[in-house]
């Protein structure tokens, strides 16, 4: 496949901060600043406080829908490495990292990835997707040698989260992915500087305004963060094979409720009962798109298994 080439990006004008503020404020990072519709959420009902964390929902959706084109790019990304036998690995701390690391785990069991194949990497390692270890992202050094445990190269895209866009921990990972060849992104929730988008071959950043509670951005930056990362995730593996029509055939079972959704899955797809769609798969291991070959072209497992290998994994036409 043709490398995939991102022109620059620049600021456009919906993502520079507002020059006619009345008052300059004390931090300029978005996910910083007071939102002025909360400030007496102190003295709100509970009512109140869910409407209001409401309302402010409401905007995370047009916020990503500004990024869309940004996003289709990162997607591109992604399955041009992919395709060369590269992997995705999401960078973050605190809440962008256990984020990235969420979305990373659940690839296996949704898609049967390999698990090196999309990967979480998060400031403070296992203990802090258990208990916040905020001091960890302040040392950019660290993040520079998780790249470098994980051999991070050409092939590879590495996607930094900070919902601040500051993060040491994440700049220093995502400088040292560029210097081993890797095409790196960066998804931010606050206005991206000229030198970020310079400097990486995409930024993503939803700007969803001041949190209802200043600062706590597991609200509706993380809330934007987790819906950019399904794009992503879902759309590379969408584009990979991993799904036929709209239904996840790259499924393995594991458990009752897989079996449950890969027989029903043959049955609508292929047009047989249950029992015809329990013995099918099987005869293929439980792996939903195995059956599918089979049923369709009359081979048994390992011959359907070579044909989807010579399809990229795609099912043959």
């Keep these: 496949m043709p490398e995939v080439r991102v022109a620059p ?7 520079k901060p507002s020059p006619t503020s009345p008052k300059p ?78 979305d990373a785990s659940e690839m296996p069991p949704t898609y049967r990835t390999d698990p090196e194949m999309v990967q979480g990497v998060i400031a403070g390692g296992f203990e802090a997707l258990l208990r916040a270890q905020e001091g960890a992202e302040d040392h950019p050094e660290d993040g520079a040698a998780a790249m470098d445990e994980r051999g991070v190269g050409a092939n590879d895209f590495v996607l930094g989260i900070a919902a601040s866009g500051t993060t040491p921990y994440v700049h220093g990972a995502l400088q040292r992915a560029r210097e081993r060849g890797a095409r790196t992104g960066f998804l931010l929730c606050t206005y991206p500087s000229e030198q970020l988008l310079q400097t990486h071959d995409v930024v993503i950043a939803p700007l969803v305004g001041p949190e209802v509670v200043t600062g706590s951005t597991r609200m509706k930056a993380g809330t ?34 897989l079996q449950d959704r890969g027989e029903r899955i043959l049955m609508d797809t292929l047009g047989i009962d249950r029992a015809a769609a ?19 072209f009359g081979v048994d497992a390992a011959a ?7 399809a990229g994994g795609a099912i043959p036409a």
Excluded: F
């Design 9 to 15: 990006q620049t600021m456009d004008a919906a993502r």
């Design 25 to 102: 404020p004390l931090d300029a990072r978005l996910t910083e600043q007071r939102n002025p519709r909360s400030t007496r959420i102190d003295q709100m009902s509970a009512l109140e406080i869910v409407d209001l964390i409401n309302a402010e929902d409401r905007l995370i959706a047009a916020a990503v829908s500004d990024e869309r084109l940004r996003i289709a790019r990162a997607i591109d990304l992604v399955v041009d490495g992919l395709r060369r036998g590269g992997r995705l690995v999401y960078v973050g701390a605190g809440t962008s990292g256990r984020l990235g690391v969420l």
């Design 224 to 257: 934007a963060t987790k819906m950019v990362l399904n794009m992503i995730s879902t759309g590379a593996m969408v584009r990979t094979g991993k799904v036929y029509g709209n239904l996840m055939v790259d499924l393995q079972v594991t458990c009752q409720k």
């Design 278 to 296: 329990a013995r099918l798969l099987e005869a293929a291991g439980g792996h939903v798109k195995t059956a599918l070959v089979m049923q369709r």
């Design 304 to 310: 359907a298994r070579r044909r989807l290998d010579e």
